[in-house]
């Protein structure tokens, strides 16, 4: 169908938290799922099937409060200055959005968009000014039937104004939810009731396992990832209704969907559980699919096929845009997948850090290096440093580095470190994240402010402190 002059296609964005990207894929051989099976996601399955697919797609970061305004200010982590929360004098404080830079949502309200931020996630609570350039953001959204109710029912979604609506749905982030308790509940094998692990629950085993006081046994780490399966398949079931609104006919012909996941979720991989700690496939590979409607068809042939492109998380503002005919900030990092040849090696970065631990990977190819700093403690003892300032704590502190090179073709799991039988790899890489990291531009850091309390119990729910 052809376009009608003036009308503004709307934009519905899906963030399913900790989703893994090989959730929704095939079981390989040696993959995590091969034993138990993936999770049984219809729904997701059958919106994908009518959707362009990337099995390619990587965050920024591995958890959640880098990577997503990694998404909306289409920034790297180092760019936007927010890592982490502070912890000082009995109180926490965090970085807010920097000062002077436009937000996805910020362009679009400015070119006429309603902008709707929809979740229930504290983190984003957690960082000042994050909801700038949103006419309403909702952080206390309830649970994914909650939210799907609240979308599907919200009548300014009908009206003749365009809109963009950020949707993040928490689960399948631990702790699980009453209904994944039931259901697991008569599974439950070993010593670790993981469907009913609270957060304090869950940052205590992780913290047992770097530490080595505890070894899962194999019925163990099976049940462990039972409990999130079930958590997948629960926000499966929830988004049936959201895929079937927005399979309306109205919807199909004017609504980009677009549909991923702010990072993984490691099971027992590398021998941690969670998020945040590293930068492996299992934590940074993420799910995308992007749906065009009818309105826009006539782009549909710029979409590069799945597997031809690698796709970074600060590209999505940038394509969105494009899309809309919406010219981007000159200063945004990422580029629209629109119109990309499909031949050549981009290279993909991530990166995070904690306290006096940071680490950058780079994927170029088949290959990927992940290069890990770590950072004497401060001479006078003050943890107050360790945090957020990078530059800094290079500037000031002698640090320990190590690299580790896969070949994710051969060994898409990253068991075999190949660094020391490929020494030219390792330093091409390397050259590629130096590169990337110093050309960087500093940003101006939005100011750290002390968290509310309710917040920070939220944040203690979800085992962040």
Not at 120 to 137: K, L, T, V, W, Y
Request: charged letters at 30%; hydrophobic letters at 35%; proline letters at 6%.
């Amino acid at each position: 169908m052809s376009r009608i002059p003036g009308k503004k296609p709307n934009v519905l964005m899906i963030c399913i938290d900790s989703l893994r990207a090989d959730c929704l894929e095939p079981e390989r051989a040696g993959s995590i799922w091969e034993e138990i099976g993936r999770p049984d996601t219809p729904c997701l399955d059958g919106w994908r099937e009518n959707s362009h697919l990337w099995t390619t797609a990587t965050s920024t970061s591995s958890w959640t409060k880098p990577a997503v305004p990694s998404i909306l200010l289409s920034l790297y982590p180092t760019e936007h200055g927010i890592f982490e929360t502070a912890k000082s004098g009995g109180k926490r404080k965090s970085p807010g959005f920097p000062p002077r830079v436009n937000s996805l949502p910020e362009m679009l309200r400015n070119h006429g968009y309603l902008t709707l931020g929809l979740t229930h996630n504290a983190q984003f609570d957690s960082i000042p000014d994050f909801s700038r350039g949103f006419d309403e953001f909702t952080s206390c959204g309830g649970n994914v039937d909650d939210l799907v109710d609240s979308l599907c029912a919200d009548d300014r979604l009908a009206g003749s104004e365009p809109w963009f609506v950020y949707m993040h749905v928490l689960e399948p982030h631990y702790p699980y939810d009453s209904r994944v308790r039931e259901y697991l509940a008569p599974h439950r094998v070993g010593r670790f009731p993981f469907h009913q692990f609270r957060g304090e629950d869950w940052k205590e085993f992780k913290s047992s396992l770097k530490m080595g006081d505890i070894f899962p046994t194999d019925e163990e780490t099976r049940f462990l990832r039972q409990a999130y399966r079930a958590s997948v398949e629960r926000v499966d079931t929830a988004l049936g209704r959201l895929f079937h609104w927005l399979g309306e006919p109205s919807r199909q012909e004017d609504s980009v969907v677009i549909l991923t996941s702010d990072h993984g979720e490691e099971l027992l991989d590398h021998g941690s559980i969670g998020h945040g700690q590293g930068l492996y496939e299992e934590l940074i590979r993420v799910p995308l699919s992007v749906r065009l409607p009818g309105m826009l068809s006539d782009r549909v042939d710029e979409i590069p096929r799945s597997g031809t492109v690698r796709i970074a998380h600060v590209d999505l503002a940038p394509t969105i845009l494009d899309l809309l005919e919406i010219r981007p900030p000159d200063y945004w990092q990422g580029s629209s997948i629109l119109g990309v040849p499909e031949a050549g090696e981009r290279a993909i970065f991530s990166e995070v850090k904690h306290k006096r631990r940071y680490r950058q990977a780079v994927t170029r190819g088949r290959h990927k290096l992940i290069r890990s700093y770590r950072f004497r403690r401060a001479e006078d003892g003050d943890s107050r440093s360790d945090y957020n300032q990078l530059d800094d704590l290079f500037a000031c502190r002698t640090h320990q580095i190590e690299r580790h090179l896969y070949d994710l073709d051969s060994d898409p799991g990253e068991l075999t470190d190949l660094s020391s039988l490929q020494p030219d790899r390792v330093l091409e890489l390397e050259n590629l994240l130096d590169h990337w990291w110093r050309a960087l531009p500093r940003m101006a850091h939005g100011v750290a402010e002390d968290l509310d309390v309710d917040v920070i119990r939220r944040l203690k729910a979800l085992g962040y402190m």
